[in-house]
């Protein structure tokens, strides 16, 4: 489970089971206007008004990509299918793909 308030900059993401707050999602300097995640259900997009969309890692929390080149809010995000490309839409009438930057292979 997403929360995000109002016009917030940053959403907090939640243990359905538990209810308990895993991670706390900062970095955008503008409000978030739309959240997403992959048919995995291991990443997260958030959308905002600062003209960026931010891939999250669902379990850490932590920012794995920041797609930026819009050149006014975006208002929408989706992942494909298969979750390795995203589609952005914005108020400067142009929609972008992007694609899923690649997990490192631990070592």
């Known amino acids: 489970m997403v929360d995000v ?3 917030a900059a940053w959403c907090r993401l939640y243990n359905t089971i538990t209810g308990s707050c895993l991670a706390t999602l900062t970095g955008h300097t503008g409000e978030i206007s739309k959240v997403a995640f992959n048919p995995q259900g291991t990443r997260l997009l ?11 890692d669902a379990e850490s929390g932590e920012c794995l ?3 930026s080149g819009h050149t006014d ?3 929408s ?3 494909n299918y298969e979750g390795d490309s995203i589609i952005t839409g914005s108020k400067d009438n142009t ?8 997990e490192e ?3």
């Open 46 to 56: 958030t959308a905002s008004s600062d003209r960026t969309c931010r891939l999250w």
């Open 65 to 67: 990509q920041v797609l």
């Open 105 to 107: 292979d631990p070592q």
């Open 5 to 7: 308030l109002g016009t």
């Open 95 to 102: 929609c972008r793909i992007w694609k899923v930057a690649e």
């Open 73 to 75: 809010e975006i208002f």
């Open 77 to 79: 995000c989706a992942f």
